[in-house]
């Protein structure tokens, strides 16, 4: 298949969007410092209508490009719509589960023990001499003299698999859960976790790609994720053209969601949390409250994947381990409602019981929010799976596929029960998302708001973090490998970090997710036209196992 881009035609289409990019980053970035210091206008507006009103425009288009929705209609006459990028992502991680032969529960206790380093000497083993280098060749490169550039990495399996999480694990499992279970139903439940077990799957063939077609840079510096394996694996079938396309239109959307809904939103949740819990009100309580929180996020960006991934390998156990430990006690306290919560999650499942009514108005409810909570698909993860050291691909691909399960099956799940068990998945007058998740716990622990004000700090600080390394690998892909580059989008980042905490910025967000998921399309594409080398690589990888 010939690419119908050329050559001269893609560079100026790329040295065009360079130029476009600045000048949006600029028409972003001047107005805000513009409402900044219109201290009057800002006294008496707020700076959270200001920017909205300044987006909204914007937003709205994207917003209704990207969430197009399927509109259906049921049994019970209710009715209801879904998003096809969500319908795409589903249909991908069933057809990649299938490919791999239900490689999500088959490889799952592998994962662990990949995880573990019980297979940790494989990579150090002499490589057998007939077996063939993953190496990534370039136009007259000697394949004898080239070295094997997945030997490079910079973190561990299972720093990478924190730091990942830590992308992911965050305030969709506190509020999305509520969302889907208000609407939907105790049965969204059930669905939610069908859609994780699949999205694994999606899980293991990014990352595995991630890692096969990373760049290793002269001081062992790690690049990598779709914008590697789109530009170079569908180089190698032909369509240079189409991945690059595909992986600068992937870079953009990236950036993009890194500065809004990777950032803003979780300093903006974050801030609201803490401020609600110590009686503080205002915009300036915003402002310090960011300003605290971007030197934090400074102090750890600023040291590279190295520092990010030494940090989530803590953060990640501990605020997880805190919120399931709360769950858990809730749980046990209530105990003798548990048989009574899994019966109207299996019920509701099948029969539809719950506020939309009808078992595809239910079933909706739960891949949607799944599909929001765990990103598979998306992409995103690939670029922190890519730093792994490891010679083998397909090793972090089935690493990766534990994130999912972590995050939407664990995780989703405990805090379902939870609202289930205490009764309020019926809804709350007034309440919803994180403030009926809260209300739940503190049914049974009255002081568990101040543990959720530290598991929400905590989930949006890890968050932030990771995601900052997914929007500079995108930034260092369109602008260049450079000291200064990468210092301009860093200083950049923790600007929006203020801004996310001192504004409530509806519309902003609401465009930065729309960004985050038209990531999906462009990766979905090139993971699709490049499962063949996906198989290859676990073939590799399996051998290597089975040959100790």
């Avoid at 096809?84 to 999500?104: C, D, E, H, Q, R």
């Avoid at 004000?453 to 892909?477: D, H, K, P, R």
């Amino acid at each position: 298949m010939k690419c119908v881009f050329s050559t001269q035609r893609l560079t100026k289409f790329y040295i065009h969007m360079k130029k476009r990019l600045l000048l949006l980053l600029a028409s972003v970035l001047i107005p805000i410092l513009t409402f900044a210091q219109e201290t009057a206008e800002t006294a008496e507006r707020g700076w959270d209508e200001i920017i909205n009103d300044a987006v909204t425009p914007a937003t709205e288009f994207i917003f209704n490009i990207v969430f197009y929705p399927w509109v259906y209609s049921d049994m019970a006459n209710t009715g209801g719509s879904m998003p096809y990028v969500i319908i795409l992502l589903l249909g991908a991680a069933t057809i990649f589960t299938i490919y791999f032969k239900f490689i999500n529960i088959m490889k799952f206790p592998m994962a662990i023990n990949v995880v573990r380093g019980k297979y940790d000497d494989i990579d150090s083993h002499t490589p057998d001499p007939n077996e063939k280098l993953n190496v990534n060749v370039v136009d007259g490169d000697i394949i004898d003299t080239i070295k094997d550039e997945a030997e490079e990495g910079e973190v561990s399996h299972f720093q990478a698999l924190t730091a990942a999480l830590s992308g992911t694990v965050g305030l969709g499992n506190i509020s999305g859960v509520a969302i889907a279970i208000t609407v939907g139903g105790p049965g969204a439940t059930f669905w939610m976790i069908v859609a994780g077990l699949m999205g694994m799957s999606s899980k293991f063939a990014e990352c595995t790609l991630g890692v096969k077609y990373r760049d290793v840079g002269p001081d062992g510096t790690v690049y990598g994720g779709p914008m590697y394996y789109l530009s170079k694996g569908l180089k190698e079938r032909g369509m240079a053209g189409l991945g690059k396309f595909l992986a600068v239109f992937f870079a953009v959307m990236c950036i993009g969601g890194s500065f809004g809904g990777g950032n803003m939103f979780q300093a903006n949740q974050a801030a609201a949390q803490f401020n609600s819990m110590i009686g503080a009100t205002g915009g300036s309580a915003g402002v310090v409250f960011g300003l605290v929180m971007a030197v934090f996020v400074a102090i750890v960006i600023l040291g590279g994947i190295k520092r990010i991934a030494s940090v989530t390998e803590k953060v990640v156990p501990f605020m997880v381990g805190i919120y399931l430990l709360a769950a858990l006690v809730v749980i046990v306290m209530s105990i003798g409602q548990l048989p009574a919560a899994f019966g109207m999650i299996f019920d509701g499942a099948f029969t539809g019981a719950g506020v939309t009514g009808g078992f595809i108005g239910v079933l909706i409810q739960g891949f949607r929010r799944a599909a929001f909570s765990n990103e598979a698909g998306v992409g995103s993860a690939a670029i922190a799976h890519s730093a792994v050291k490891t010679k083998y691909a397909a090793s972090e691909g089935i690493v990766a596929l534990l994130e999912p399960f972590i995050d939407t099956v664990v995780v989703c799940t405990i805090t379902a029960l939870v609202i289930i068990i205490t009764g309020f998945h019926t809804g709350a007058e007034g309440l919803g998302g994180v403030d009926l998740t809260s209300a739940a716990f503190a049914s049974v622990i009255p002081w568990f708001p101040y543990v959720l004000t530290i598991a929400v700090v905590l989930f949006a600080f890890s968050t932030m973090i990771s995601w900052s390394y997914y929007g500079l690998q995108s930034w260092l892909y369109l602008f260049g490998r450079s000291k200064v580059n990468e210092y301009v989008y860093k200083v950049l980042f923790c600007l929006f970090v203020v801004v996310g905490a001192a504004a409530s910025l509806g519309a902003v967000t609401d465009f930065s997710d729309s960004m985050i998921f038209a990531m999906a399309i462009p990766n979905l594409i090139g993971v699709f036209l490049l499962l063949p080398k996906v198989k290859e690589e676990l073939n590799r990888y399996m051998d290597a196992v089975n040959k100790g």
